[in-house]
């Protein structure tokens, strides 16, 4: 069946450090992958998202591609912030339909 | 263009009453689908809806809950007798037949005593 893994947390990172979220798929065909956020009592935001072996999506200094021949799509950033403290959800649809979400990685900027 | 609306923000029940969770799409949006976050976890897909029709009903618990989404009015999720188990956050988004791309509302969070 379709799945999405991420790596657990929480990471904690001090301010303008480099930010990788690993994030993996099982998946038939060819999904589009999506990277949410979720700040604290909030609902999910869309982050970015790729429809597309090769693709990259990037919004707000983040970024992350879509690697079919290692089923990947690894969340960076090159330089975080404390406002940048949230879960982030990893998800895979097919047509827009149902979203297959990992299980959220936390994320802790410290000043 | 309001988000997605859902209402209550937070709920509390007893264990046995009924929990009604409501959730309007944004204006134009025809699909609804509603999850469920328990603590520390990821979101769990439960329904999928359209007008007046229940496309995939698969990670809908069988019994006590249930979903709808009239011609008129918003989509609405049942849970029945509820119990502790129920407590978590219950999210809806939508999204319109052309974008794609699902938006969501702040959740309602359920907490079953």
């Known amino acids: 069946g379709n799945s999405v893994t991420q790596m657990e947390g929480p990471v904690t990172l001090s301010e303008e450090a480099f930010l990788t979220i690993n994030c993996t798929y099982t998946?038939?065909?060819?999904?589009?992958l999506f990277w949410y956020v979720q700040y604290p009592g909030e609902g999910l935001q869309l982050l970015l998202k790729?429809?597309?072996?090769?693709d990259k999506g990037s919004n707000k200094g983040f970024e992350a591609t879509y690697r079919k021949e290692t089923t990947s799509f690894h969340l960076e950033k090159g330089s975080v912030q404390v406002s940048d403290s949230a879960v982030y959800f990893c998800?895979?649809?097919?047509?827009?339909?149902?979203?297959?979400f990992g299980s959220g990685t936390r994320l802790l900027v410290r000043p | 263009n309001a988000g997605v609306m859902q209402n209550p923000r937070h709920l509390v029940r007893r264990r046995g009453q009924e929990a009604r969770l409501r959730c309007s799409p944004m204006?134009?949006?025809?699909?609804v689908y509603w999850y469920r976050q328990l603590p520390e976890e990821g979101l769990k897909f439960m329904v999928y809806?359209?007008?007046?029709?229940?496309?995939?009903e698969s990670g809908m618990p069988k019994e006590r809950f249930s979903a709808e989404f009239p011609k008129e009015g918003p989509s609405i999720l049942r849970i029945q007798q509820v119990v502790r188990g129920d407590s978590a956050a219950y999210f809806c988004?939508?999204?319109?037949?052309?974008?794609?791309?699902?938006?969501f509302g702040q959740g309602t969070r359920l907490t079953v005593v």
């Open positions: 809806l359209q007008k007046e029709n229940i496309i995939d």
């Open positions: 998800a895979l649809a097919y047509s827009s339909y149902k979203l297959i």
């Open positions: 998946a038939t065909g060819y999904p589009s």
């Open positions: 790729a429809t597309k072996a090769d």
């Open positions: 988004a939508s999204r319109n037949d052309r974008e794609g791309e699902a938006f």
């Open positions: 204006k134009g949006h025809s699909h």
